[in-house]
């Protein structure tokens, strides 16, 4: 086997003497290079397993303001405990530029307001009602349903005029015959909360900014949610590149968020009961 090897190799690994096998310098620098490359295999075995139990790898995630704050860190903080070789690059970007960045495949997943359908962008839609965010002692925190009618000429924080949500809010006013008051303007609803628990406004929350920071913060005891008709909805989606095969974690991870969203409207649904 020995000479095999040093005719396959076309130099000596042994010097022969007097019965003797004499390792050569060239074999002491062979069995180095054997030894590394063997480890090479055993770290990439062990790299191979950590992938295939999804506990190694990269996710990169671009999410909209709203789930940023709360929702999708406390999400990730859950599923990396146990997976300390799983590194995650993580940034807020608004449903627009995540739409182009998921689409460009610059992103394996992006968890944004909904999209038009591009053959660019995998994706899997989630159809949100909004809810009614009010003071504590508001006397329509015990009402089971709010309407245009009960908010009348009430200040209102609204997110800004080209937004889905804000049109469908002012056009139910519109339709009801009542005054929109609109107090105060955003971006994202989350600053709104405070203006509500100052007893400056109300607000048609979207329901993940509601369940991030109303039903899990101490937040909550300064605020109440209360089904609002006619519903306005406010539509997410989960994202993933057209044409980029979806890693195995980023599989798992979808899946984990799927069940994060459908628990969500489970525990408003129940808390607006």
């Known amino acids: 086997m020995v000479q095999t090897l040093e005719d396959q190799l ?12 004499t390792p050569t310098p060239e074999a002491y620098f062979f069995l180095e290079e054997c ?26 995630i671009a999410c909209h303001p709203a789930a940023s704050s709360a929702f999708l860190p ?5 599923y990396l405990k146990d997976r300390s070789d799983l590194d995650v690059s993580f940034i807020m970007r608004s449903s627009d530029v995540i739409e182009d960045l998921i689409a460009s495949q610059q992103y394996d997943l992006g968890f944004a307001e909904t999209p038009q359908p591009r053959a660019s962008i995998r994706q899997t839609d989630y ?4 809810v009614c965010v009010l003071p504590k002692d508001d006397p329509l925190a015990s009402a089971e349903v709010v309407t245009p009618d009960d908010l009348d000429g009430r200040p209102m924080a609204v997110l800004f ?25 955003l971006r994202t609803c989350l600053p709104g909360l405070q203006f509500v628990a100052a007893g400056l406004c109300v607000m048609v929350c979207d ?8 039903t899990q913060d101490p937040e909550k005891a300064r605020l109440s949610i209360r089904r609002f008709r006619p519903q306005i909805s406010n539509s997410v989606s989960i994202l993933t590149p057209g ?10 991870f979808i899946g984990e968020l799927h069940t994060a969203v459908e628990q969500m ?9």
């Open 35 to 60: 030894e590394d490359i063997l480890g090479r295999v055993e770290r990439t075995e062990r790299t191979l397993e950590r992938i295939s139990s999804l506990q190694s790898g990269k996710l990169k």
């Open 127 to 130: 159809d949100l009602e909004c």
């Open 10 to 21: 076309g130099f000596a690994l042994f010097i022969r003497s007097h019965g003797k096998l």
């Open 265 to 273: 409207q489970i525990e408003i649904r129940d808390k607006l009961k």
């Open 74 to 78: 406390r999400l990730l903080t859950r």
């Open 243 to 252: 044409y980029a095969t979806q890693s195995m974690a980023g599989q798992d």
């Open 161 to 185: 005029d080209e937004h889905g949500t804000a049109v469908q809010t002012e056009a139910a006013f519109r339709s009801a015959g009542c005054h929109f008051n609109k107090r105060i303007e």
């Open 207 to 214: 329901m993940i900014t509601a369940y991030s920071h109303l």
